[in-house]
């Protein structure tokens, strides 16, 4: 079968610097990540160089401050660099987003002595962050979480258990929901905790069935002992910082999904194209070149669903709505995108010879991550038509 290279994507970007850095991140996308991708996910290694490299490139902070070593990008150019990563390997382009994700809340509600002491060695200074709120029976319920923080004169010690922590045990910092107060929401503070602190541990990588180079992991804290200029806002103000930090995050995941849906069509394509059967290239069958262009659509609907809720980001408008859109569409997209692929690739398609099984594996993890689909549409509807009425008796 003839080697049919995917075309790139055709991007509406802002300005000139945002098309260097979207050339940028393809030169890295295929010359360092995509060649070893299957290999290294099959091993289960994780990259860590590959975020060395993107530190050094300015890519592992484009939408902060470049008076901290940001980029200065707006969200709309960030979440196509995350799209393109993210298609050459969604290890690499997941962790970006819960780095972004990891570095919100100092960002954006530190002080400024905390911005200037932390951010510069998190933005471009190679480090890499992990985000900590999910608990081990406080999923989506996330305001009932159980670890705690407590005052000890200057400090805080912390003690509880994370789960479901990407980057667990190996991040050099930790952005921590931690319940410094009454039960529920206002109880809950936000902490920025060194990934060398004293009794913080992290425990095996959990078995997934797919992304099994990124290390996702529960975070124990015993006794962790933490200064107060290491809290983020106010106390209290930490399930609010959460929120806020996931409604951007979400648009991460948006990017990401369709960045993996992406590259599934393109596998389907080629494969398409080059396979003879019944003396012509299959793609020449309308069955199939329906889905194909099904694929197309709801990717190029998603890319356009999750660039205009950035854009309402941009502009300081509420986007909450918009980014619940954008994760519940285009994650869904990215599930049906890859399963189709391995449709299209027929035997083929269901082994590892090819990427679009991995492709399928990885999708899944998607409409979980960051709030599940189920959520997202709880979400949707309280904007619709207001909170749920809880009535008893």
């Known amino acids: 079968m003839p080697d049919r290279a995917p075309q790139p994507v055709d991007r509406q970007l802002p300005t000139d610097e945002a098309r260097d850095l979207i050339s940028l991140a393809r030169d890295i996308a295929q010359r360092e990540i995509a060649p070893r991708a299957a290999e290294e996910e099959d091993a289960g290694h994780f990259p860590r160089e590959i975020f060395t490299l993107l530190s050094r ?4 902070g484009l939408p902060y401050d470049s008076e901290y070593g940001g ?6 150019v960030y979440l196509q660099v995350l799209e393109e990563l993210a298609a050459a390997r969604l290890t690499v382009g997941l962790g970006v987003s819960v780095h972004s ?3 919100h809340a100092l960002a954006n509600y530190g002080t400024k002595q905390q911005q200037v002491e932390h951010l510069p060695a998190m933005l471009g200074g190679g480090l890499l962050g992990a985000y900590c709120l999910s608990e081990p029976s406080s999923g989506s319920d996330a305001a009932s979480l159980r670890t705690k923080a407590v005052r000890d004169g200057e400090d805080w010690v912390i003690d509880g258990t994370k789960a479901w922590i990407t980057h667990g045990g ?3 910092f930790y952005t921590v929901m931690a319940r410094t107060g009454e039960e529920g929401a206002r109880g809950i503070s936000a902490f920025l905790v060194p990934g060398d602190a004293a009794g913080l541990t992290g425990a095996a990588p959990e078995k997934k069935m797919g992304m099994k180079g990124s290390p996702t992991a529960q975070v124990h804290f015993d006794g962790v002992r933490v200064p107060d200029e290491r809290r983020l806002g106010e106390e209290g103000q930490g399930f609010a910082i959460a929120l806020s930090a996931l409604d951007s995050g979400r648009l991460g995941i948006a990017a990401c999904a369709i960045g993996l849906a992406q590259a599934a069509l393109d596998e389907a394509v080629a494969y398409a194209s080059g396979r003879q059967q019944f003396g012509r290239p299959i793609s020449d069958f309308q069955g199939l070149r329906f889905m194909l262009a099904d694929m197309a659509t709801q990717i190029e609907a998603g890319r356009a669903l999750y660039l205009a809720a950035a854009r309402l980001r941009d502009a ?3 986007f909450a709505k918009q980014a619940a859109m954008a994760k519940l569409h285009c994650t869904d997209t990215a599930m049906k995108a890859t399963i189709d692929a391995v449709q299209v690739l027929g035997g083929y398609g269901y082994t590892a010879d ?9 999708a899944k993890v998607l409409q979980i991550v ?3 689909n189920q959520i997202q549409r709880m979400v949707i509807a309280r904007h619709l038509a207001g909170p749920e009425v809880h009535r008893t008796g």
């Open 57 to 60: 490139s300015g890519l592992l």
């Open 370 to 372: 960051e709030g599940t």
């Open 316 to 318: 300081g408008r509420p």
């Open 71 to 76: 980029g200065d990008q707006p969200y709309e």
């Open 101 to 103: 994700l990891s570095c």
């Open 354 to 362: 090819f990427p679009v099984e991995r492709f399928m594996r990885e």
């Open 170 to 172: 190996i991040a050099d």
